[in-house]
């Protein structure tokens, strides 16, 4: 497709936030949608549309320490890559890798796709990340992974057949030839994937065959859908899934960036979800443009989900599912029931840099957003955390008789500001917006402004700090900025954690 036709593509993303590598399938007229979710516990982000524009999240895939054991030593943006999220002979089926284990690729199901999820089935024959699983219509069923390679599995038990053997290495010359799908449709298989890397050079490009198996012939037209080397707000493009409507029209789910600031430009929120009709010429899929203004616009009516909560007042005792924690939340260390109406963290002696952290927040979904909590440090030191990862964050944190604002920046970390404070519970505050003036090619992204809010209500900002440092540009990796709470030391206890879109 031309780059100017690309580039026509609209900017919001349907899932927005920390929210990669899509799956997407449908069930009559309910659509639902898994993505990665790394170093986080709970794991793999469940959500569930009727419009395929608006989606709420109604639970997380990977909830239980049974099915998902992440330990101390899991770096930032390691743990749960890519799942595949399929429904087939009336069960829901997700695979998906924890390179925590070493190529761990697992296997899960469930009849409720909100759970109970499974324990897992491993699959140690699938030596690859980004598993794919297809059935033929004689119920053989093929996984196909990164690189791309493919073997025939049994997934009730994890079993594969013979040796894999590689069906397509995608565009010669572009590299990573990931995130494999494959789908019967009509008389062809088609094998979809991602390549040219999860960056700026990111794209998507089909092949098809008449056999699961191959031999595949690529689409003339590769790469399907790329923005690279084009101006449009939305970069880095690819990682994308296939989904057929009612209707009978079909439609692309894909992740993709949006870099702001100067040069080279720095992505905040980690890689979002977005949406694209798809239309068929020559039996090659033609990718249109980005919802939720896409265009043609879905021939059946939007149906927004319940509206989005904001504030939680930790009344109930499960934490809703956007909460997530740093590799695990055992209740020793997080819970509501301590102290009822309360979040309770308890630090395990480490800090916000180290791998033992005890932080849970919830993914930092816009551009502009001002997040508050009500923290009660009189038994720790904790506080409120813009947390890219563990060598890259922003917090304001309460001892009981002062505040400080830490930057840790890579291999610095410093208190940029300290304010002495009555003892008592006090609320602390983020608030993310426009970097300040003047704008040139080295401006930042956004700017994170941290302070703590005065009873009459007046916000007291103690730092302001450029944010491109909590940028994957910046920090590497696969994830996105995550806004919460923490323990660094004893316990520490949170009344509310309030988040609100602001404009920009
Ligand atoms: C994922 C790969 C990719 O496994 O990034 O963008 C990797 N695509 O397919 C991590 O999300």
Redo the contacts with the bound molecule.
């Keep these: 497709m031309p780059l100017q036709q690309q580039a026509a593509r609209a900017a919001d993303p349907v899932i927005p936030g920390f929210h990669?590598?899509p799956s997407v399938c449908r069930v009559g007229d309910d659509y639902y949608l898994a993505c990665?979710s790394f170093e986080y516990f709970p794991g793999v982000p469940l959500f569930h549309s009727r419009d395929l524009v608006h989606w709420t999240q109604i639970g997380n895939v990977l909830d239980r320490p049974e099915q998902l054991r992440l330990p101390a030593s899991t770096p930032s943006s390691g743990g749960i890559?890519?799942p595949t999220l399929r429904h087939h002979d009336g069960r829901f089926w997700l695979m998906v890798t924890n390179v925590a284990e070493g190529a761990g690729n697992l296997i899960v199901t469930a009849t409720d796709p909100a759970g109970p999820w499974s324990d897992p089935v491993r699959v140690p024959g699938v030596p690859g990340?980004?598993p794919d699983l297809a059935w033929e219509e004689d119920g053989t069923c093929w996984c196909t992974f990164?690189g791309v390679a493919q073997v025939r599995i049994d997934p009730a038990t994890g079993r594969t057949y013979g040796t894999p053997h590689t069906l397509w290495s995608g565009t010669p010359g572009a590299k990573a030839p990931?995130?494999p799908h494959l789908y019967r449709i009509g008389d062809h298989w088609y094998l979809l994937i991602?390549e040219g890397g999860?960056e700026r050079g990111?794209g998507v490009s089909i092949a098809r065959s008449r056999t699961p198996d191959g031999p595949f012939e690529p689409c003339p037209a590769n790469p399907i859908l790329t923005h690279r080397s084009t101006g449009h707000p939305v970069q880095n493009t690819?990682?994308a899934d296939l989904v057929q409507a009612p209707d009978g029209s079909w439609w692309m789910v894909f992740?993709g960036v949006r870099p702001h600031g100067g040069t080279p430009g720095w992505h905040v929120l980690g890689?979002e979800t977005f949406l694209a009709p798809v239309t068929w010429a020559d039996g090659w899929p033609v990718v249109g443009e980005v919802a939720p203004n896409p265009t043609p616009a879905p021939p059946w009516p939007l149906v927004p989900g319940p509206a989005e909560e904001h504030r939680d007042d930790f009344e109930s005792r499960e934490l809703r599912p956007s909460w997530i924690s740093v590799r695990d939340r055992s209740p020793d260390h997080c819970t509501t029931e301590e102290r009822p109406g309360w979040l309770t963290l308890s630090a395990r002696g480490g800090s916000l840099d180290e791998p033992d952290v005890v932080f849970t927040g919830r993914r930092q979904q816009h551009l502009a957003c001002r997040a508050r909590t009500l923290v009660d440090p009189s038994a720790g030191r904790g506080g409120l955390a813009v947390r890219l990862d563990e060598r890259h964050h922003y917090a304001i944190e309460a001892t009981g008789t002062e505040v400080r604002v830490i930057a840790r920046v890579g291999d610095l970390r410093t208190a940029v500001a300290t304010r002495a404070v009555p003892a008592g519970p006090l609320v602390l505050g983020v608030t993310v917006g426009d970097p300040p003036p003047p704008h040139g090619p080295c401006t930042g992204p956004d700017a994170v402004s941290l302070g703590i809010e005065r009873p009459d209500g007046t916000f007291t900002e103690l730092a302001s700090l450029d944010g491109r440092y909590l940028s994957t540009e910046v920090a590497g990796g696969?994830t996105g900025r995550v806004i919460g709470m923490y323990a660094a030391a004893g316990t520490v206890r949170f009344d509310w954690f309030d988040y609100e879109p602001l404009d920009r």
């Design positions: 990669p590598d990665s890559y890519a990340i980004d990164a990931e995130a991602a999860t990111h690819g990682h992740l890689r696969f």
